[in-house]
C-alpha cells in the first residue's frame, strides 16, 4: 500500500464514511455496507477496519465475524479511485493475519481485481452462489412453521451447534421477517428466516432435506415472486429453473481447503 496510507479500526463515527466507499461499488441500499444498520452491527460484532488516505479520508474498510463455518469475511470494498494501491489487501492482511487456525471463507464479488486478493490469501474458488427469483412454489412434502426469529435461532443451534441469535435479531429489525421451522413429520428438517417475497437464510444438514426444505421455505415467503441466495450444486437449483426461476447475478464462494461449504444452505451473502 501506499505511503500515507493508513489501517485502523472502525469506530462509529466512520459509519457515513462507510457507506460511501460500499455505495461506490454498487452495494445495495439493504444489508450491505451502504446501509448505516448493517455497518453498525458489522462493527458491533465483528472485527472492522477501514483504510484512509494521506489526508485521513475512508477509502476502503473490510470486515470478519465469527461464523459456525469458521471466520468469514463479510466485506471488502476500496473506493474505485483508489483501487489498485493494494488497499484491499493491506485491509485483507490485518483481518486475516498469517496465523491461519481456523477455517476462512467469503462470497466474493466477480470483479477482476477480487478473486486474486482472496487467492492470495490462501481461499479457493469452490461454486457460484447464484441469486435466484422466480414464482414461489405451490407447495411441499415437508411443512414449513413461521415463527418468532428466536425460536428459529434456537433451532439453528441445535442443527449447526453454534448460536447465531445475534443474527437472527439483525434479520428481524425488518418489520416483515420471521424465523421458520421446517419439519418431516415430527423432525426438524431445516430453520432459517424468511420475510416477503424472499428466503434470508436457511439452515439445512443433509441434502435428501435440502430441496424439499427450501420448497416449504420459499412458500413460506408469501410473495408472488420470491428471491434466495443458493449454491449452484443445491439439489433445488435444476427443480427452480424448470419452475421459472431466473439467475439474476451471483458472487463466487472462496473457502480455505480445510472448509467443506455446505451445498445445501440458503445463504445471506453479507452474514453468510
Known amino acids: 500500500m501506499r505511503a500515507g496510507f493508513h489501517v485502523r479500526p472502525a469506530q462509529p463515527a466512520d459509519v457515513g464514511a462507510v457507506q460511501r466507499v460500499s455505495a461506490s461499488t454498487g452495494q445495495p441500499a439493504v444489508e450491505s455496507g451502504a446501509d448505516a444498520s448493517y455497518v453498525e452491527f458489522v462493527i458491533r460484532t465483528g472485527t472492522a477496519l477501514v483504510a484512509t488516505d494521506p489526508e485521513g479520508r475512508v477509502v476502503g474498510w473490510g470486515a470478519v465475524r465469527g461464523h459456525v463455518l469458521g471466520s468469514m469475511l463479510s466485506d471488502l470494498f476500496v473506493s474505485p479511485d483508489q483501487q489498485g494501491l493494494g488497499i ?67 433451532a439453528e443451534v441445535g442443527l449447526a451447534g453454534a448460536d447465531r441469535s445475534h443474527d437472527y435479531h439483525f434479520w428481524r429489525r425488518h418489520p416483515q421477517t420471521s424465523g421458520v421451522l421446517v419439519v418431516d413429520g415430527t423432525r426438524l428438517a431445516a430453520c432459517g428466516a424468511v420475510r416477503t417475497a424472499a428466503v434470508v437464510h436457511l439452515c439445512c444438514p443433509r441434502r435428501s432435506d435440502a430441496g424439499p426444505a427450501l420448497g416449504a421455505a420459499l412458500a413460506a415467503a408469501e410473495g408472488r415472486t420470491v428471491t434466495v441466495h443458493v449454491p449452484g450444486p443445491h439439489p433445488a437449483v435444476p427443480e427452480l429453473l424448470r419452475a421459472g426461476f431466473r439467475i439474476t447475478d451471483y458472487d463466487i464462494a472462496m473457502a480455505t481447503p480445510d472448509l467443506d461449504l455446505p451445498t445445501t444452505w440458503a445463504y445471506s451473502p453479507g452474514l453468510g
Open 88 to 154: 484491499g489487501g493491506a485491509v485483507l492482511a490485518r483481518l486475516w493475519p498469517a496465523d491461519r487456525s481456523q477455517p476462512r471463507f467469503t462470497f466474493s464479488s466477480r470483479h477482476a481485481a477480487a478473486l486474486p486478493v482472496y487467492a492470495r490469501a490462501g481461499l479457493h474458488p469452490m461454486w457460484p452462489l447464484l441469486y435466484m427469483s422466480g414464482p414461489a412454489p405451490a407447495g411441499s412434502t415437508v411443512t414449513a412453521r413461521l415463527v418468532e426469529t428466536a425460536v428459529a435461532a434456537d
